[in-house]
C-alpha cells in the first residue's frame, strides 16, 4: 500500500512568495492549497525574510508537508536581485529544516521543462497546464503567477520522485546481467 504524501512547492521571492501544496494519493496528484505572500508593502528587507520563515513555518504546521520543493535561483545580471532572492531561498529553506522536512531544490528550467515539456515556456503557459492537469477550476485561479510557480515546484518534484532514473551505469549486457542477476531467466 502507497503511503499518501504532501509536498510543498515554494517560488521563493521577497516581493512576492508563492506557494503551492500537493495532496498525492496512490499516484494522483490533488490541490490542497496555493497561495502568495506579498512582500512589497514591508520596507525592510529583513522584515521580509521574517514574514517569509513565519509563513512557511505555518503552511507545514498547517499541511503537514513530507517534502518541500524549491524553485532554485536562476543566474541573473542584477548582483543584487541574486543576493535577495537566495536569501528568501534560504529563509524558506531554514523553516523546512526547522521542521526536518526534506528538501529538494529544481531549476526553472527543469521545472518548465516537466509541466510544460518546454524550458522556455512561458509563466501563463505553466499555469494553463497546471489548471488542465490537476483540474483547478477558473475560480481558484489567482492572477499572481507566483503561486502556479509554487504549485509547479511541488508538481515538478512529484513527477521526478515518481520516475526515478537508475544511478547504475552497465558496460554492457553481461554487466547488467552481473550486477541484476535477479532479472535474467536461467
Not at 512568495?17 to 514591508?42: D, E, R
Request: net charge positive; proline share 5%; hydrophobic share 40%.
Amino acid at each position: 500500500m502507497i503511503k499518501d504524501r504532501i509536498i510543498l512547492g515554494i517560488d521563493p521571492g521577497t516581493i512576492v512568495m508563492g506557494y503551492g501544496v500537493l495532496k498525492i494519493t496512490g499516484n494522483k496528484p490533488t490541490l490542497l492549497a496555493m497561495g502568495i505572500l506579498q512582500l512589497n508593502k514591508y520596507d525592510d528587507h529583513y522584515l521580509r525574510l521574517r514574514k517569509i520563515f513565519t509563513r512557511i513555518l505555518g503552511l507545514i504546521d498547517e499541511y503537514l508537508p513530507d517534502e518541500l520543493a524549491i524553485e532554485a535561483p536562476f543566474f541573473g545580471k542584477n548582483v543584487q536581485s541574486m543576493l535577495k532572492l537566495g536569501r528568501a531561498q534560504g529563509v524558506a529553506m531554514a523553516a523546512a529544516l526547522e521542521r526536518d522536512i526534506p528538501i529538494f531544490e529544481y531549476a526553472p528550467l527543469k521545472i518548465k521543462m516537466s509541466i510544460t515539456g518546454n524550458g522556455n515556456a512561458s509563466k501563463e503557459q505553466v499555469a494553463g497546464m497546471l489548471q488542465r492537469y490537476l483540474h483547478i477550476p477558473q475560480e481558484f485561479m489567482l492572477p499572481q503567477l507566483d503561486a502556479t510557480d509554487g504549485l509547479a515546484a511541488a508538481l515538478c518534484h512529484y513527477f521526478q520522485s515518481n520516475n526515478p532514473v537508475s544511478d547504475k551505469k552497465y558496460t554492457g549486457w553481461k554487466d547488467y546481467m552481473a550486477k541484476n542477476p535477479d532479472k535474467v531467466k536461467k
